[in-house]
């Protein structure tokens, strides 16, 4: 997997690589910007699904494909769905996808435009072919996030309901469907923090990266806002989340672990977002890498020790 040992010096609990950015905003003749994007092992190295925005700024998915996870080649054109479990693909743009593999296939969940942002869902085999499934909710709703496996017989979701702007507000929620085509069972996860109590995470909330299970339940990577005099700036926490009900929080972040501090997370096209889309990890390695977008552009790279970050979350949780 990925990996750079901590800078010596650094106490951090994470810590960003350092020939960062590891996806330019021009990786592709057509783009604007690649950023927000996930990434998982495949075969004897990693694909992944991209956001490129083209020079039109118009937002679409790609397919790419790495030997090591760092240096990537993306296709030039955007992916082509194929019918899935429906008939009605259509789709105005698509963008911040997630994927994951359950059972036997890759799943892929975006920012699906259908009267608005809702979520969509594909499935893949092999990064090639993608087949389209029915939308999981109504507009309007952002960063859908599968669990990697079923929880009680039934698949898992995290999703932040919204609206049709760039959403001043925001709490993550979880749902649940039987087939993968229906969806219920909606409950309040996680919200948005009183500016008292942790002024990073006030404005709203997003599931990031697909959780991964540990000792302790899920563990999560999340994008928390505060709305500054200088706009929306974004930063990650961590949240752990009970094994068999994970509409439970156990532990979550007071204290951002990675905020934007360097140039390529405080400029470009929205300027001061780090937004964790992805996870490499090795539990038995105690290793943990961590795909972001940096303001909305490119694609960088974080790193930790899983241990030292679910102490981290333990000692200085909300």
């Known amino acids: 997997?990925?990996?750079?040992?901590?800078?010596?010096?650094?106490?951090?609990?994470?810590?960003?690589?350092?020939?960062?950015?590891?996806?330019?905003?021009?990786a592709i003749p057509v783009s604007n910007s690649v950023f927000n994007s996930a990434v998982v092992p495949f075969n004897n190295g990693f694909a992944g699904v991209f956001r490129c925005d083209n020079k039109a700024v118009q937002m679409n998915i790609f397919a790419g494909f790495s030997k090591n996870g760092i240096d990537w080649e993306i296709n030039h054109d955007p992916i082509i769905m194929e019918e899935g479990n429906t008939k009605m693909i259509d789709s105005d743009y698509k963008y911040d996808p997630r994927v994951t593999f359950i059972e036997d296939r890759y799943w892929i969940t975006w920012c699906n435009g259908y009267y608005g942002p809702t979520i969509g869902i594909?499935?893949?085999?092999?990064?090639?072919?993608?087949?389209?499934?029915?939308?999981?909710?109504?507009?309007?709703?952002?960063?859908?996030?599968?669990f990697p496996k079923k929880i009680n017989n039934k698949y898992a979701m995290l999703s932040r309901p919204?609206?049709?702007?760039?959403?001043?507000?925001?709490?993550?929620?979880?749902?649940?469907?039987?087939?993968?085509?229906?969806?219920?069972?909606?409950?309040?996860?996680?919200?948005?923090?009183p500016f008292e109590d942790s002024a990073w995470q006030c404005t709203k909330i997003g599931a990031g990266s697909v959780p991964f299970l540990t000792e302790e339940g899920w563990l999560m990577f999340y994008h928390g806002v505060i709305n500054t005099c200088n706009g929306f700036r974004y930063a990650m926490g961590a949240a752990i989340l009970d094994k068999d009900n994970p509409d439970i929080v156990k532990?979550?972040?007071?204290?951002?672990?990675?905020?934007?501090?360097?140039?390529?997370?405080?400029?470009?096209?929205?300027?001061?977002?780090?937004?964790?889309?992805?996870?490499?990890?090795?539990?038995?390695?105690?290793?943990?890498?961590?795909?972001?977008?940096?303001?909305?552009?490119?694609?960088?790279?974080?790193?930790?020790?899983?241990?030292?970050?679910?102490?981290?979350?333990?000692?200085?949780?909300?």
């Not at 997997?1 to 021009?26: A, C, E, F, L």
């Not at 609206?163 to 948005?192: C, L």
């Open 1 to 26: 997997m990925p990996w750079q040992d901590r800078p010596i010096g650094s106490n951090d609990v994470i810590w960003r690589y350092t020939k960062n950015p590891i996806i330019q905003r021009d």
């Open 122 to 146: 594909a499935y893949t085999f092999d990064f090639k072919e993608f087949f389209q499934c029915e939308n999981a909710f109504l507009p309007f709703n952002r960063n859908g996030v599968l």
């Open 162 to 193: 919204s609206d049709n702007g760039h959403t001043p507000f925001g709490d993550i929620f979880i749902s649940y469907s039987p087939d993968m085509k229906y969806w219920g069972e909606h409950r309040n996860v996680m919200q948005a923090t």
């Open 251 to 318: 532990y979550r972040t007071k204290p951002y672990l990675l905020t934007p501090s360097v140039s390529y997370e405080q400029v470009g096209d929205v300027p001061n977002v780090i937004f964790p889309c992805a996870t490499i990890q090795d539990i038995e390695q105690d290793k943990v890498a961590i795909y972001y977008g940096a303001a909305d552009t490119v694609v960088a790279l974080a790193f930790g020790r899983i241990s030292e970050i679910i102490k981290f979350t333990k000692e200085n949780t909300l």
